[in-house]
């Protein structure tokens, strides 16, 4: 029972950790007017204030779909701080960017800060405090939609780079340090990383890409509640979308019911499916997880947790009844649609299909999977077919001289804080980095509380004013740190 206990506290709160990436599918909203109708003069001023910089940006909306406008302004304000620019865009539902210490064709191994200049709708602005696109500054916050997700961590990573660039103005540096910006994040969309990506890969000379991630959350150890913990993300789940489709003709009327037809046959199948129990499978990352929570954990809670390989074969069953530690722990396979197309009430019809979300673990064959998935439908008459799926969940090492500047990094800047690597079950723009095989390390380098968390994606999205300040000392000081660390290998 305790270990229940524990577990479905402590793995509800790793979830803070995880809680920042929710994504949709869904489709943009329309596209605003026209780029013309841009309303940032030509003579524009760098904003000097980070905070009133974030304020006005978040007032520029920016649903997904609709980024030009708020793009042009961030473009501006990174030109207009002298950094080298480059635009990406192609289409007027598509802004991206690249700012750069050196011009890309300098082919500088490249460190690049990725974020997203896209937002969510703020659905019902009236139970607001501020409006949602006010920007309001008070004492403590900047308030409105994007002041965490992702506006805010942008403006931290773009004034720790204009930091580091007034600092060593003089030097030429061994490395380049960009600041890259892409629209379509919120609906994983192909207008923005993926489209950087496929098209202009090679002249990023990207050695290290840093995206958002989870930002330093307190209620995580249950041991020491007030222990803040940054989680860095240095793995992802692959994301398999499937159809199974029957169409085996059966038709008639539903007054008389047929032995078997179309939508029975799905159903039974849905059922293996919804009740088939994925294994445990611990792997290089989500044991590392777990192991170093459970070493932060000084109670019997963080001793199971130390202990997971054993206390996962003996109560796999109390461990899985957590959503959290099922999806990290487990491959996972979620209905989200089925449909048979028929509005007719009295027809049976003879095509079924249903559509399945699919989370792979780090180092799943999706072929074996997809037969495995066959055997547990065990129906040869439904097809399967591969609707879209990200590439290979490669792991970025904890053990390379970025991953340990980062962490030192942080600690320099937050002493009393903890640091452990993490795998998210979400995609983010970071993954699509990974497939490329480059370091890509996803962290927001600021503290947050779970109340502030939880105003991502929904009502009253705010960020404290020292979390951004804070956020770009730690991200000013990782660069130091990764300076450092070039020249002692240089001259090594
Ligand atoms: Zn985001």
């Known amino acids: 029972m305790l270990v229940k206990i524990f577990y479905l506290k402590n793995l509800c709160n790793i979830s803070l950790l995880l809680f920042w990436a929710s994504i949709t599918l869904a489709q943009g909203p329309p596209v605003q007017d026209s780029i013309e109708q841009f309303p940032v003069p030509a003579s524009f001023k760098f904003i000097e204030n980070p905070i009133e910089a974030l304020s006005q940006y978040i007032q520029l909306k920016s649903v997904t779909g609709n980024e030009i406008i708020a793009g042009e302004f961030l473009y501006q304000l990174a030109q207009s701080s002298g950094l080298h620019m480059k635009m990406y865009s192609e289409e007027r539902d598509q802004y991206n960017f690249i ?9 500088k191994p490249n460190i ?95 050695e290290l890409v840093l995206g958002e991630g989870p930002g330093g959350v307190p209620d995580i150890l249950i041991s020491n509640p007030d222990q803040v913990v940054f989680g860095i993300s240095v793995a992802h789940k692959k994301a398999l979308w499937l159809k199974l489709k029957i169409d085996n003709h059966t038709h008639g009327h539903g007054s008389v019911t047929p032995e078997s037809y179309a939508t029975q046959e799905l159903i039974h199948a849905l059922d293996n499916l919804t009740s088939f ?44 009844a957590d959503p959290v530690a099922r999806s990290l ?46 055997k547990i439908l065990d129906n040869d008459e439904i097809k399967i077919e ?14 390379s001289s970025y991953y340990n500047d980062l962490e030192k990094s942080l600690l320099e800047k937050y002493p009393n804080a903890k640091v452990i690597p993490v795998l998210i079950p979400v995609t983010t723009d970071s993954n699509k980095f990974r497939e490329k095989s480059v370091l890509t390390y996803s962290v927001n380098p600021f503290e947050i509380t779970r109340e502030e968390l939880s105003s991502v994606h929904a009502v009253d999205e705010r960020i404290r004013i020292n979390s951004i300040l804070n956020g770009i000392d730690s991200f000013y000081i990782y660069l130091n740190n ?9 001259t090594n």
């Open 99 to 107: 700012a750069s210490l050196y011009p890309l064709s300098s082919a």
């Open 112 to 206: 690049i800060f990725l974020n997203h200049i896209d937002v969510v709708e703020a659905n019902n602005p009236e139970a607001w405090t501020h409006p949602p696109f006010s920007g309001h500054i008070d004492d403590t916050y900047v308030w409105g939609r994007g002041a965490y997700d992702n506006k805010g961590a942008a403006i931290t990573q773009l004034y720790a780079l204009l930091k580091f660039k007034s600092a060593h103005q003089a030097e030429d540096l061994p490395f380049n340090v960009s600041f890259l910006s892409v629209s379509g994040e919120e609906t994983q969309n192909a207008k923005g990383a993926s489209f950087v990506i496929e098209n202009h890969f090679e002249e990023l000379h990207a």
């Open 277 to 320: 129990k994925h294994p445990i499978e611990l792997n290089e990352i989500n044991s590392k997880t777990l192991k170093g929570l459970g070493r932060l954990d000084k109670s019997l809670q963080g001793f199971v947790l130390r202990h997971i390989n054993f206390f996962s074969k003996i109560f796999p069953k109390l461990i899985l």
């Open 329 to 374: 722990l487990t491959n996972s396979m979620t209905v989200t649609n089925i449909s048979s197309g028929n509005a007719v009430m009295n027809k049976i019809p003879s095509k079924v299909e249903a559509i399945l979300d699919c989370r792979l673990l780090p180092n799943t064959d999706s072929d074996q999977f997809i037969r495995q998935l066959k």
């Open 386 to 399: 591969v609707l879209r799926e990200t590439g290979d969940a490669i792991i970025s090492s904890t053990q």
């Open 482 to 490: 990764i300076k450092k660390t070039k020249s002692a290998q240089a």
